[in-house]
């Protein structure tokens, strides 16, 4: 990896972490299912979505990816919490929160990457690209 290519790494990053810290660190609670975490998994798919969409239409550099795809979703959306919340769960015999935690995270982070890459593809015809 050249010089540059870690900065750009590392921006997104640094980016990326600190936005989920920013939104997770005011836990919000919709009845006693935590969404903070499905909050930032649905937000940086839908934000990987349009990039992988808009870097090919555009051509861009791969430097690029280094810096949103891996960087920023890469820190911003978090595996490892998810699945902390979702034993947490178990713990307590939330079977119940489990099941629409689980599908939730995994459903709906999906469908934001479908969606983005709709959109991506919506406005960049629209924008005749």
Known sequence: MKGIEFVFLAAGAVAGA??????AESPVILGTLPVNILI??????FILGVFSILSVM??????YSLLVAIGFCGSLT??????????????????G????NILANVGLSIGAVIGGRSVA???????GM
Do not use: C, H, P
Not at 40 to 45: A, E
Not at 58 to 63: H, K, L
Not at 97 to 100: D, F, K, M, R, T
Not at 121 to 127: D, N, P, T
């Open 18 to 23: 600190f936005l989920r810290y920013k939104i």
């Open 40 to 45: 930032v998994n649905v937000i940086g798919s």
């Open 58 to 63: 555009w051509n861009w550099d791969t430097r």
């Open 78 to 95: 978090t595996m490892s919490s998810f699945a902390l919340e979702t034993s947490n769960l178990i713990d307590n015999r939330q079977f």
């Open 97 to 100: 929160n489990l099941a629409i």
């Open 121 to 127: 593809s919506l406005l960049a015809i629209k924008g």
